[in-house]
């Protein structure tokens, strides 16, 4: 098992990454300009069904609807890769290297990333008539991917907790620089044993807010997937950046929290 000093060097890289996403906030501005030209544009069967996906995110979060993932399936191929470990669970994979974790997360980025890329490629083909199939798959893989990002870390996404945090790296991922800090600070105390599942609801600030934020987030990276054949390039490029942002932030967030669980665990034991 990791000593207590390969704990904290974790903690050191994962605090430099929040560190780096601050200076993101120019681009994120300046990325939010378009979204007023593209409400005009869209079509309204691509904003109700943009609509449609935010009341399904609140679904998701109450009681995971169907964009629950096979639990199982994901613990066997945790357990084929972690052989040396028992695994019966999905509590017991908290328990296997941290190192681990980040190789097993890094490889399901790389697959979902180029699943949603080639996603991105194929519907741009269409323009806005397939622009209406893309953004529900990304929206799936997104949570796919997020969830399992969960159970690599050995936290249960059927868990009403885990579904509230998911939707959090969701905001954080797609969030500008003071929306990032508050997230932060909000998920901080997710190893705190008096933080429930409705504290963190209550956290997330009004479902309008999530609402908002995702849906620009949509907005200007879909706005060149819009325009037909030019829309391969843009599409392939949207659904990767989306992926890749989103995925990175679940595997930071995620690690910081079972760092501090395991830092805990080593503090007990010397105690």
């Known amino acids: 098992m990791e000593s207590r000093a390969q704990l904290q060097q974790y903690l050191q890289e994962i605090e430099k990454w929040e560190k780096e996403q601050q200076g993101l906030w120019f681009w994120e501005k300046l990325g939010r300009i378009p979204f007023v030209l593209l409400d005009k544009l869209t079509p309204s069967f691509v904003q109700k069904k943009i609509a449609l996906l935010m009341d399904e995110l609140g679904s998701y979060i109450q009681s995971g609807g169907k964009y629950l993932i096979n639990e199982q399936a994901m613990i066997a191929k945790i357990r084929h890769y972690s052989s040396n470990w ?135 990276k879909k706005l060149f997937q819009m325009i037909p054949v030019v829309g391969i390039v843009f599409g392939a490029y949207a659904n990767k950046g989306m992926i890749q942002d989103i995925a990175e932030t679940g595997n930071m967030l995620y690690r910081k929290r079972r760092v501090y669980e395991k830092l805990k665990e080593a503090d007990g034991k010397i105690g």
């Open 86 to 220: 028992t695994i019966k669970d999905v509590q017991d994979i908290g328990q296997i290297p941290v190192h681990h974790m980040v190789a097993l997360s890094e490889q399901l980025q790389q697959e979902r990333v180029k699943l949603a890329t080639v996603q991105g490629a194929s519907t741009g083909i269409g323009g806005i008539f397939t622009l209406a199939i893309d953004i529900p798959f990304i929206l799936g893989v997104a949570l796919k991917t997020l969830q399992e990002i969960a159970i690599i870390h050995g936290y249960d996404p059927n868990d009403k907790m885990e579904r509230v945090f998911i939707i959090k790296c969701l905001q954080f991922a797609s969030a500008d620089i003071v929306g990032k800090e508050a997230i932060l600070k909000d998920i901080s105390s997710m190893h705190n044993a008096e933080h429930t599942s409705d504290t963190m609801i209550a956290q997330l600030q009004g479902w309008q807010e999530v609402f908002n934020t995702y849906r620009d987030q949509f907005g200007w």
